[in-house]
């Protein structure tokens, strides 16, 4: 039989202390969608429908450029912080470790195309 104390049987197991970095990094991020992705849909909606020449007008414009790429690197990294925490509880081991890497490189992929795609529509 095993006399161990409450605290020596939980040690090991607590808190990982990162959650109140997570938490206010998916806070801000949060706050910043709550104003950039109507944004986003206003600015999208008036370029939309246009010609090429009047939508490669208006992206070479800076306000429909900036708000398009913060709305695209904020929107990315929120939903690859969302789907590291559902990893982290549901998969374990050396496959998530892997999915981890997959989810980042995937995510990072992502922002470096779509700000190319809007680097060359706006240049």
Do not use: C, N
């Not at 095993?2 to 206010?24: C, N, S």
């Not at 490669?56 to 590291?84: C, K």
């Amino acid at each position: 039989m095993k006399y161990l104390t409450d605290r020596k049987r939980a040690q090991g197991l607590g808190a990982g202390r990162q959650g109140t970095h997570h938490h206010w990094q998916m806070m801000v991020s949060s706050a910043a969608l709550v104003i950039l992705v109507p944004l986003f849909v206003l600015t999208f909606g008036y370029g939309l429908g246009g010609t090429y020449e009047e939508v490669l007008a208006y992206y070479s414009q800076p306000f429909p450029a900036i708000v398009s790429g913060l709305t695209l690197i904020v929107v990315v990294l929120h939903l690859m912080h969302e789907a590291q925490v559902a990893i982290e509880d549901y998969v374990h081991g050396v496959a998530e470790k892997l999915t981890l890497m997959g989810v980042a490189g995937f995510s990072y992929t992502l922002i470096a195309v779509g700000l190319f795609a809007l680097a060359k529509l706006a240049l």
